[in-house]
C-alpha cells in the first residue's frame, strides 16, 4: 500500500515561489509515472507536470518554463519548485503515483495567488 502526504502549500503573491513536498510511504522505486496534478474550483483536475519511469519529464504548457518538478529517491520524495506563480495557478495541488497500474493520490494542498 502506498500512501501520499503533499506540503508546502500556501497563499503567495503573484510572482512569488513555492516548492510543494509529497512524502511517499511504501515502495515506490517501481513507479511508472509520478507527478503533480491540480484542480481549481469548477474546474476539472489536470496534469502540472510528471516523472516517466524512463526518467523524461512532461509538463502543461501554462507551467514550462516556471515549474519543476524533481524527485529525491533515497527519501521517497517528490517536489514541485514554483516560480513566478500567476493567480491562475490557484489550485489543490495533488501528488500522484502509478504503481502497477494502480493509482495513488494525496489528499492535495492548496495554493492560493494573490493578484
Known amino acids: 500500500q502506498v500512501q501520499l502526504v503533499e506540503s508546502g502549500g500556501d497563499l503567495v503573491q503573484a510572482g512569488g515561489s513555492l516548492r510543494l513536498s509529497c512524502v511517499a510511504s511504501?515502495?515506490?522505486?517501481?513507479?511508472?509515472?509520478m507527478g503533480w496534478h491540480r484542480q481549481a474550483p469548477g474546474e476539472q483536475r489536470e496534469l502540472v507536470a510528471e516523472i516517466v519511469r524512463s526518467g523524461s519529464t512532461n509538463y502543461a504548457a501554462s507551467v514550462k518554463g516556471r515549474f519543476a518538478i524533481s524527485r529525491d529517491n533515497a527519501k521517497n520524495m517528490l517536489y514541485l519548485q514554483m516560480n513566478n506563480l500567476k493567480p491562475e495557478d490557484t489550485a489543490v495541488y495533488y501528488c500522484h503515483v502509478i504503481i502497477d497500474y494502480f493509482n495513488y493520490w494525496g489528499q492535495g494542498t492548496q495554493v492560493t495567488v494573490s493578484s
Open positions: 511504501g515502495i515506490i522505486s517501481n513507479f511508472m509515472r
